[in-house]
Every structure is written in C-alpha cells, then in structure tokens.
C-alpha cells in the first residue's frame, strides 16, 4: 500500500490515537528510565526485560525472554536477558521488527538532576537513557496500540524486541536474537532500530571500523650502551610518525558519497586508542632497552574502501619499515572488524517512512548515516534482513552526555511517523 492509499480518515485515526495514548505512554517510558540498566556492567537488565515484556503482553503480544546462554558475558550477577514480542496478524508476511536497545552507558558527571527519575520539566524528560534510547521502545510500542485503539488491524505481522548490550558491542543482544533465528531474513521483511535520529531523520547505515595492534619487537640491553640492542619503542615511534604524517592526510583526502553526520565525519579517520611498552609507568625503574613496545589503532573507514584494501595499506606501511631497516620486527593482529552497511535508499522501507515522515512533520526526510556503529550490522550480516534502518525519537547528540533529555513532543510525532509507517507497509484488514 503506499502512502497516497492511506485515506485521510485513517491518517486522522492514527493521530488521534497517538494523542490519546501519550500520557500512558509516557508513564512507563517514566518507569522504563527508572530501571537503571547500566552497561557496564549491564545492570538489573531482567527488571528492564520484564517492564516491557509486560507491556507486550498486557497488548496481545506473544512474549519470549531470550538470556543469552553460553556467552561469557552473561553471569549470574549480570544476566543477559532480550525480550521478543510478536504480534501476527492476518498473515505472517509481511513482518515488521521494531528493535530497541535498553541498556544505557553508565551516568558520568555533571548532572544537575536525578538521572534515574525520569523527571519531566518544560516539555522535556531527563534522565540516563532517554534519548539512547528508551523513548524509542516506548514510541514504537505505543505506536502499534495506537492503531488498535482506533479501530484498526493491521494485516501484516508487527514484532517488537528489547535488547540488551549495544552499548559494548551488542552480541549478547541483537547478535543473538539473529544468531538463534528470532531475526532472520525467513521471518522478517523489515526491521527499524529506535535509536535517536531526530523525528526526520533515517539513519540508513554506518560506517566502518577496524580495530588492530601493532607490537614491535626489539632486543633487550643495558640502557647505559644501547647501541648494544634494539628498541621496540624507537621503531613504534617511527610507525606512529608515519601514521600521523603520512596516513592521516591521506586520509582526510577520503571522503564518502553517504551523509554521515555530523559531515566531519564524511572522512576517512584513525586514532590512537593506546600506546604500551618498556617499563610499566609505575614500576621501578631500570636501565633497559626496550624489547617491545605497541599501540593499538581505531580506523573508522567508508563504503568507497574495501576492508582488504584497508588492512592492506595498514600492513603494507609496516612491510616499508622493515624494508628499510631489517631490524624493524611487528606484529599486526586484527582486534575487531566492523564491516559498513547501508542499506537503499530506495528501498520500500526507507521509502514509506520518508512519506511518513513529509505526512506527519510536514518536512522532508533527511537521509543520514552514523559516524559511530550501532546494532544495524548484526541485522544486515547476521540476520540477513537487508531493509533495515533507524528510526525514533530523541537527538544522537544527547546520548551519552550530562542532563540526557528526550523533547516529549517528538516522541509523539515519531510515534505517529511509526504507526503510519507500520499501517502503509503491513496494510490494514
Ligand atoms: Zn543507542
């Protein structure tokens, strides 16, 4: 169904449906915040499963608690614990996946108000979490009752889950729900991640990231004669020289087609997470030359570059180095690959909600991409679901900071942009 077919009496419908429920829906968005689910270490996450499984079923939804069993981050002090909710409608297909992510990042400093109580002040709730994003759960739950409560069934089938551990990574999350088949391109048509990207903005991907170590390796010696070994911090140092006065501006010279925002990241980047080696800093300290020394590297690459060619230019630098000097000894070790995705633009799920979206806030859609990753890539590589984007309420520039907020009116309009989202793509009985 496209948007033109959905009649202006349904339009109406689901507005008035969404105003009628915003109250219920910000009261348990008020609970939802104050369940302090902090990762890490990943706190309370049963209570925070729980709190929304409930609110599925008390909506006739089908509800599962999925722990991620086997995996070592889940504990018996810190359970892993997703919840799924399925709502089937007339058919099974198609199927629409609402995915949110519960845990929040830990509180820092700086706050001026309870970050756990969810206070509500000029039009605004505060707390830890709210953008990043637990109004997200609530719009996207409350939004399908909205369209129940006006009268409406959908045809198409509408799931919902709470996940826990984007914040680290997400595979006790999202890549387990995929991993054990509760996503999966055989049972999903389209998935929408409630992370906070604005009520008019669909984040269609993000870009890459590769996270390597390199040691080098010397020849241990008296530190009064040097010349007698070989130091693994000198030949670090030389790396580093090169990685910042030669790989850097080659690389602010890469930029990509995708409108990753903010647009400074539209850039290729790499930082230095760490630098290790020779005496512990806070050791005793003797006279040796160092026998190993080394850094580990966060490179943040696009679309436009192939991941081999990406490592390739990484080892090829190093090979340079020891070509020069047969001393030079490394090391490169992989320590975490995250491969871009974006999905189509032209996709009928990028497409509806753009429509949506110019309905709902009478502006245009803006197509944005992440600087940073989030749960998208379980869902592209792992579930294989290929129209998947984010979606909800709440500003990517809140997350994380002191005195987190979420303007309530949004979480209204995104909740509207959602159930006429779901009604255009499901269709109605
Ligand atoms: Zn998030």
């Not at 369940?35 to 609110?55: D, K, M």
């Not at 509806?352 to 806030?361: G, R, W």
Request: with cysteine.
């Amino acid at each position: 169904m496209a948007a033109s077919e959905v009649s202006a009496k349904t339009h109406d419908a689901i507005c008035r449906g969404v105003d009628q429920i915003q109250d219920e829906m910000i009261s348990f968005l008020q609970e939802l915040v104050r369940v302090p689910t902090v990762n890490p270490p990943g706190e309370v996450y049963r209570e925070g499963a729980e709190l929304i499984g409930r609110q599925l079923k008390e909506f006739g939804y089908e509800t599962s608690y999925i722990t991620a069993e086997g995996l070592k981050e889940h504990t018996p002090a810190h359970p892993r614990v997703n919840v799924f909710g399925q709502m089937k409608g007339i058919t099974d297909r198609p199927s629409l996946h609402f995915n949110g992510h519960f845990d929040v990042v830990p509180v820092g400093d700086g706050w001026t108000r309870d970050p756990f109580a969810a206070t509500i002040e000029d039009g605004r709730m505060y707390g830890r979490g709210v953008s990043d994003q637990k109004a997200g759960i609530a719009a996207s739950i409350f939004a399908i009752e909205a369209i129940r409560r006006a009268g409406l069934k959908l045809r198409g089938t509408v799931e919902q889950s709470g996940s826990v551990d984007e914040e680290s990574g997400g595979f006790a999350g999202v890549a387990y729900l995929a991993q054990q088949g509760w996503l999966g391109k055989d049972k999903n048509d389209y998935v929408i991640i409630t992370e906070p990207t604005d009520t008019n903005r669909i984040y269609l991907g993000h870009r890459g990231v590769y996270w390597f170590k390199v040691t080098t390796h010397g020849r241990i010696a008296h530190g009064s004669m040097p010349y007698l070994g070989v130091s693994a911090i000198d030949h670090l140092a030389d790396f580093l020289h090169g990685v910042t006065h030669e790989l850097k501006p080659r690389l602010a010279t890469r930029k990509t087609e995708i409108p990753v925002e903010p647009p400074k990241s539209r850039y290729a980047s790499i930082n230095v997470n760490a630098v290790f080696g020779g005496q512990p800093e806070k050791g005793t300290q003797t006279p040796c030359v160092a026998d190993r020394s080394g850094a580990i590297f966060d490179r943040r690459f696009l679309t436009e570059e192939p991941f081999e060619q990406v490592r390739g230019e990484i080892a090829e630098m190093l090979e340079q180095y020891k070509a020069e000097d047969p001393e030079f000894q490394y090391t490169l070790e992989d320590l975490m690959v995250v491969h871009p995705v974006q999905t189509d633009k032209n996709c009928d799920l990028v497409q509806t909600l753009a429509e949506s979206i110019q309905q709902m806030t009478k502006t245009e859609a803006v197509y944005a991409a992440s600087p940073g990753t989030y749960d998208q890539k379980h869902v592209v590589r792992i579930a294989n679901v290929a129209q998947c984007v984010a979606y909800g309420p709440g500003l990517l520039a809140q997350a994380h900071l002191p005195d987190e907020y979420c303007v309530i009116e949004d979480i209204v309009t995104s909740a509207k942009v959602m159930a006429l989202t779901a009604v255009q793509l499901l269709g109605l009985e």
